[in-house]
Each structure stands twice: as C-alpha cells, then as structure tokens.
C-alpha cells in the first residue's frame, strides 16, 4: 500500500473527503483530546481474503492520530469540521433520518463537551466507558501490532516480543493528568487497583506556575536542558559525597526532591527554570515508578506496561520510570513502554464500533516482513508494522474494514 502524507498534511475537502472518511472516536480527558480517524485508500473495498480467494469487502486505508489540549477544544472542533470528519459516525438501525449522527468518544470531557460538540458540529456523542476504552485500546494493540511493546534502559530501547498466549496478566499504568494504575486478566476482565493524583496534570500545573511555560510541550523540553542536582538533595549532599552501602543507597540517589531548597538562601527567580523542569520531571516520574512496582508486587504481577500522553516518547521520562521500577524490584522487573502510549482510549473507543455492525477490524501496516494474527472480540486481526512513527500531530498505519 502506497505511503499517504499525515492526515495534518492532506487536503481534504468536498465529496472526496465524505467519500474517503469512516469512523472518528476521541477521547476526551483533562488535559488533552485524543482524536483517531480512518480514512479510505482510493479504490478501497476489495474482497481478497489470505488464501486469495473472494471474501466479505473491505475497506483499505490508514487510521490516523491527533491531539489537542482540551483547553483549546474550539480548535480541535475547527480541524473536525475542516476535515469534515464529523460526517465519520453512524446512526442505529432504526433511527428516523431526523437523528444526529453518533460519534464515539470516552473520558471525562465526552459528558462535560457533549452540548458543544453538539452544537458546533451537529453530531452527538455514543458516550463508551474510559476504563474498558484503556484497556480495550491495550489488549489490540499488545495482540495485534508487532514491536509496540520495548523496555528503556542506559538510552537504549529494545522491543519486547509480546507472547500472546501468556499476556495476562499484566499491570497497566496509565498517565494522564492522573495516573491509574489497571490489573488486566484478559478480554474486558480488568481491575483499577490504585492510582495517584501526581500525573501529568500536576507536572504541567506545578510546571506553569514554577516556570512560566505556556504548554506541556514546551515544559517537556525545557526540562531537556536542566540539571536536577542544582535543587535536589542528594544522598551524597547528606553524607558529605558519601554513599549508604548498608541500605542499597548510592551517592546520587535522591534522598529528597526539590529539597536543596529549603536551606539554600535563594528565591525562586534565582533558579534556572529548566532546572527547576528537570527536577519536577523526576520527582513525579520516580513516584509513578515506584508505587506501579509496589503494585504489581502486591497483586504478583510481572508485566508492568506505562502509557498516557505524560511519556511522549521522552527518554528522561522513560529513563527515569525504568530506573525506579528497577530499584525497588532489585532489577527482577522492567518497565515497558507502547509506541502508540497516549492514544489507548481513543483507540478502544474506536474498535467499539464493532458493536454497530461494522464487521471486524483488521490491520495490515506494511513494510516489515512480520505478520501477526489474533482473534479479537470474535473477528480476526492481521498485522504487518510500519516503523512510520511521525513527531509531528498524525502518525500513519494502514488498516481494514470488513464492510
């Protein structure tokens, strides 16, 4: 399947655009809109099935991603409509030509912006639950997609072979603007087992007013350049460059964030603001890291999966949730990570069109000479991976519907 530019790339519009796009699920949380798209390849609908034979159409084309602060929902409104990706939902079998087009969506803001959405863009929303969108959007991607599971350590990200016949269970770490904390024992049989309020949220909040910036991104890359050590008291700060062997403390493990504070004779401008990113970076990391671990101890699990918009593909993020998910195990369990990490909601959300008559979702991304196939919610999936990871509001794969 030829490579089609990111959906922020396309020029869509008229009755290609009508023609060419099929479902539209979002997720809409505290902090950000996640929105997932598909868009029909010209000329889609052939019938092949894998033995060549002819079978149920389909529909060929790519899912596409995005993401919007919720914050800024006008503006995630606008790339809809622009895009006239409202017109992507369906209606019930026996609805009357008078009712709305539904939309799929899950979290909080799909009850809290059911009225604007409504109003702006005409289409009412099919409101599925955000715990069983989490954890749907995990379990397809961890069957279905090859190398969307990989471990972080010492810089070096290496991806995990999934074995889909001893998945569960597994601990599902999700941050957002909170975190929650998900025991997964297989197909819509999940359990939320804990949570922190210090997530995603708290790093951009606490962020805003420390450091001025205007938006996660720009936080996320400040930290990039500061150095932790400047505001945080070291084990070593405490033992005279000394370290503590008889409890398993090095030097340069923190003994306390942002805690060179108290006794330096300095105001909050005197700080460099990235250091100030850096260290609140860490401090919130480490505490996710440490009570997943402390989690899966407490139910027995060895597979600690994190994903949620505050990871971002950051190699400091990543880093630092290893390192701690390392330390308190004694290096027994390691943290894994999704390449598709923020999008999990929006993604379950959008396989629930299943339920609407729609057929079985199939994915075939191409390129790599890998195929996978799992039966999922009765239908079977196929996948080849497309290492197309954009850094930019869209990421490209390529997928099928059974019409």
């Given at each position: 399947?030829?490579?089609?530019?990111?959906?922020?790339?396309?020029?869509?519009?008229?009755?290609?655009?009508?023609?060419?796009?099929?479902?539209?699920?979002?997720?809409?949380?505290?902090?950000?809109?996640?929105?997932?798209y598909f868009l029909r390849s010209n000329g889609s609908g052939g019938s092949?099935?894998?033995?060549?034979?002819?079978?149920?159409?389909?529909?060929?084309?790519?899912?596409?991603?995005?993401?919007?602060?919720?914050?800024?929902?006008?503006?995630?409104?606008?790339?809809?409509?622009?895009?006239?990706?409202?017109?992507?939902?369906?209606?019930?079998?026996?609805?009357?030509?008078?009712?709305?087009?539904?939309?799929?969506?899950?979290?909080?803001?799909?009850?809290?912006?059911?009225?604007?959405?409504?109003?702006?863009?005409?289409?009412?929303?099919?409101?599925?639950?955000?715990?069983?969108?989490?954890?749907?959007?995990?379990?397809?991607?961890?069957?279905?997609?090859?190398?969307?599971?990989?471990?972080?350590?010492?810089?070096?990200?290496?991806?995990?072979?999934?074995?889909?016949?001893?998945?569960?269970?597994?601990?599902?770490?999700?941050?957002?603007?909170?975190?929650?904390?998900?025991?997964?024992?297989?197909?819509?049989?999940?359990?939320?087992?804990?949570?922190?309020?210090?997530?995603?949220?708290?790093?951009?909040?606490?962020?805003r007013l420390l450091t001025n910036c205007k938006n996660f991104d720009e936080?996320?890359?400040?930290?990039?350049?500061?150095?932790?050590?400047?505001?945080?008291?070291?084990?070593?700060?405490?033992?005279?460059?000394?370290?503590?062997?008889?409890?398993?403390?090095?030097?340069?493990?923190?003994?306390?964030?942002?805690?060179?504070?108290?006794?330096?004779?300095?105001?909050?401008?005197?700080?460099?603001?990235?250091?100030?990113?850096?260290?609140?970076?860490?401090?919130?990391?480490?505490?996710?890291?440490?009570?997943?671990?402390?989690?899966?101890?407490?139910?027995?699990?060895?597979?600690?999966?994190?994903?949620?918009?505050?990871?971002?593909?950051?190699?400091?993020?990543?880093?630092?949730?290893?390192?701690?998910?390392?330390?308190?195990?004694?290096?027994?369990?390691?943290?894994?990570?999704?390449?598709?990490?923020?999008?999990?909601?929006?993604?379950?959300?959008?396989?629930?069109?299943?339920?609407?008559?729609?057929?079985?979702?199939?994915?075939?991304?191409?390129?790599?000479?890998?195929?996978a196939s799992e039966t999922y919610a009765g239908k079977k999936i196929c996948?080849?991976?497309?290492?197309?990871?954009?850094?930019?509001?869209?990421?490209?794969?390529?997928?099928?519907?059974?019409?």
């Amino acid at each position: 399947m030829d490579v089609k530019k990111p959906a922020s790339q396309e020029n869509l519009n008229g009755d290609e655009s009508e023609s060419q796009i099929s479902h539209l699920a979002l997720d809409i949380g505290g902090s950000l809109i996640k929105v997932v798209y598909f868009l029909r390849s010209n000329g889609s609908g052939g019938s092949v099935d894998d033995s060549g034979k002819k079978s149920d159409p389909v529909l060929e084309g790519r899912l596409h991603f995005a993401k919007f602060e919720t914050s800024k929902i006008n503006d995630c409104l606008e790339f809809i409509r622009s895009k006239n990706l409202h017109l992507a939902g369906f209606r019930h079998h026996d609805a009357s030509a008078s009712d709305k087009t539904l939309i799929k969506a899950t979290g909080g803001g799909a009850y809290k912006f059911a009225d604007l959405i409504k109003e702006k863009l005409g289409v009412v929303l099919d409101k599925e639950d955000e715990m069983d969108c989490l954890v749907t959007g995990a379990n397809f991607l961890l069957k279905a997609v090859h190398q969307e599971a990989f471990t972080y350590v010492d810089g070096q990200k290496e991806f995990v072979q999934i074995d889909q016949n001893d998945l569960y269970p597994y601990l599902l770490v999700n941050i957002g603007s909170g975190v929650s904390m998900i025991k997964v024992d297989g197909d819509g049989k999940f359990e939320r087992i804990s949570g922190t309020s210090v997530g995603g949220g708290t790093f951009w909040g606490l962020g805003r007013l420390l450091t001025n910036c205007k938006n996660f991104d720009e936080l996320l890359e400040l930290s990039h350049q500061g150095n932790n050590r400047v505001i945080d008291m070291l084990v070593g700060d405490i033992y005279g460059g000394s370290e503590y062997s008889k409890i398993g403390l090095t030097s340069t493990n923190i003994a306390s964030s942002f805690g060179k504070a108290i006794s330096d004779n300095k105001e909050l401008k005197d700080y460099k603001p990235e250091d100030v990113a850096r260290s609140l970076l860490r401090m919130i990391s480490n505490n996710i890291g440490q009570i997943s671990y402390l989690n899966a101890l407490r139910f027995g699990l060895k597979r600690i999966f994190f994903a949620g918009f505050f990871i971002r593909g950051h190699a400091y993020t990543m880093d630092t949730i290893s390192v701690a998910v390392s330390f308190w195990s004694k290096g027994d369990a390691k943290a894994m990570f999704l390449r598709h990490e923020g999008f999990l909601g929006a993604l379950g959300a959008f396989v629930s069109y299943e339920n609407h008559g729609l057929g079985g979702l199939k994915t075939h991304q191409s390129v790599q000479q890998f195929a996978a196939s799992e039966t999922y919610a009765g239908k079977k999936i196929c996948c080849l991976v497309n290492e197309d990871l954009n850094d930019n509001e869209s990421i490209d794969f390529g997928v099928a519907f059974a019409a």
